[in-house]
Structures are given as C-alpha cells and as structure tokens.
C-alpha cells in the first residue's frame, strides 16, 4: 500500500472511533443508568448482543463477497491476458498476410488496457473505446479466414473462440469496477456501528472501559476499511496492477508495437 492508502485507512479508523465514543457520550448524556430494581444492565447487555450479532453478519457477508470478488477478478486477469496471447501466437502458425495486421492490433489492445483503460475503470467510467475497436478489428479479420487444411481449420476455430472468450472477461472487468453497492450497504453498516455503541453507556468510561471501546472501534475501522479497498479492484487502495497484461508487452508481443513518436 502507498501512503494515501495508509492515510484512507487511518480516515477509516478515526472515523470509527468517532462514532463509536459519539454514539457512547450522547448515550450517556441523554440516558439514565437505572437502579438495580430495572435491570437496565441486564437489557443493554441483551440488545447489544442483538444488535452485534446483526452487524457482524452484515459485515461477514459483505466482507466475504467482496473478498471473493477481488480474489475472482484476478483470475479473470490472468485468463485474459492467456486468450491474447493464444490469439498472437496462434495467427502467427497460422501464416499469411494476417499475421501482421494481428498481432500489431493485438499489442496496441494490450497497451490500450494498460495506460488507459485501467485508470477508466478506477474511476468508474468503464471500458475503453479504444480498446473495442482493436477488439473489433481483430475479431474482423478472424471471422474472415478461409482455411484449406485441417490444421489451419484448427488454428482458425480456437482463435475465434478465444478472442470471444477476451470480450467475455472485459465485461466481466467493467462489471467488477461499475456495478457496485454503495450505499446499500454503508448505511447499515454505519448506522449499526452507531447503535451498537449506545448500550454501553451503562459502564462508567474508566480507563479500562475506554481502551475495550477503542479496540472495538478500531477492528471495526480496519474490517470496514478492507472492505472498500476490496471494492473495486482497479481503484486505491486495493488496486491490482496489469501485471499480466505488462509481463505480455514486456515480451514479444511488446515488440510489434509501432514505435511512438
């Protein structure tokens, strides 16, 4: 992590913190800690039991969803970025004047993925257009090979099925980045963190009942930090880099693209 995703996960934490010792002072400005005769203690302990046992799911669920999520989408990566390189590989044993046109257009996709596309999908926007029309132009040219020997019927019928496989997991990427919960879930998790923190204002803040509060709302921070950084992968402070689309240009396939002027 950079140091704006330390600051982000700092801000997560103190922000926990103020929720959980604002939710606790007012509780204790406004409430009253009954006698013994009310069992005011025995019915705070009950709801916050009640209350953390809600939250705790919310926060399990989401944080397991997501998680699995970032875990997929790396995957999703690394597929990708096998399917191009099958494509360029493959062109090139199939012969002809194709093979140019490809495996150029090919590299100019991967390059397009990793300068622009990525820094699209942090912020939201989706996909490069960019990157759909070398998409286009290679899915073009495959769909109009005329093979004459098994080998070439072969070759043609695995790069089709590859370059589709290419758009599948491109939407798979922007669907990660766009279709997000946002406020769907932070609202109840805020909110529940609040709540959760009113039924200890029957305990006096002691010292040692003070740092038990800041353990409490520090784990929270930190759980609910994660996951945002999970959110989306191709943001801070959990973002995932090219990696494999850069290990291809670093490559061969590097090597077919024009020189910039």
């Known amino acids: 992590m950079n140091l704006n995703s330390v600051s982000v996960g700092i801000a997560f934490v103190v922000a926990a913190m103020a929720i959980v010792f604002g939710s606790y002072s007012l509780a204790r400005r406004l409430l009253r800690v009954g006698d013994g005769g009310d069992r005011t203690t025995d019915a705070?302990?009950?709801?916050?039991?009640?209350?953390a046992?809600?939250?705790?799911?919310?926060?399990?669920?989401?944080?397991?969803?997501?998680?699995d999520d970032y875990k997929g989408i790396r995957n999703v990566l690394t597929q990708e970025a096998t399917a191009?390189?099958?494509?360029?590989?493959?062109i090139y044993r199939y012969g002809g004047p194709v093979v140019g046109p490809v495996q150029v257009t090919l590299a100019s996709y991967l390059d397009t993925v990793v300068?622009?596309?990525?820094?699209?999908?942090?912020?939201?926007?989706?996909?490069?257009?960019?990157?759909?029309?070398?998409?286009?132009?290679?899915?073009?040219?495959?769909?109009?090979?005329?093979?004459?020997?098994?080998?070439?019927?072969?070759?043609?019928?695995?790069?089709r099925d590859r370059i589709t496989a290419v758009a599948g997991y491109r939407q798979l990427r922007e669907a990660t980045a766009v279709g997000r919960f946002?406020?769907?879930?932070?609202?109840?998790?805020l909110i529940g963190l609040a709540l959760l923190s009113v039924p200890f204002y029957v305990f006096r803040p002691s010292r040692n009942n003070v740092?038990?509060?800041?353990?409490?709302?520090?784990?929270?921070?930190?759980?609910?930090f994660f996951i945002y950084a999970f959110a989306n992968p191709f943001a801070q402070p959990g973002k995932l880099q090219p990696a494999p689309f850069q290990h291809l240009l670093r490559g061969d396939m590097g090597q077919s693209l024009p020189p910039k002027g």
């Open 44 to 51: 705070a302990a009950s709801i916050a039991v009640r209350i």
């Open 53 to 67: 046992a809600l939250h705790g799911l919310i926060l399990a669920l989401v944080y397991a969803q997501e998680l």
């Open 84 to 90: 191009v390189s099958d494509v360029y590989h493959d």
């Open 115 to 159: 300068n622009e596309e990525w820094d699209l999908l942090g912020r939201g926007d989706g996909l490069s257009a960019q990157a759909w029309i070398d998409w286009d132009k290679v899915y073009g040219i495959l769909l109009d090979l005329s093979p004459s020997t098994d080998r070439e019927r072969y070759l043609a019928g695995r790069m």
């Open 182 to 189: 946002s406020g769907l879930f932070w609202m109840p998790a």
């Open 211 to 224: 740092v038990l509060l800041s353990i409490f709302a520090l784990y929270s921070g930190v759980i609910l």
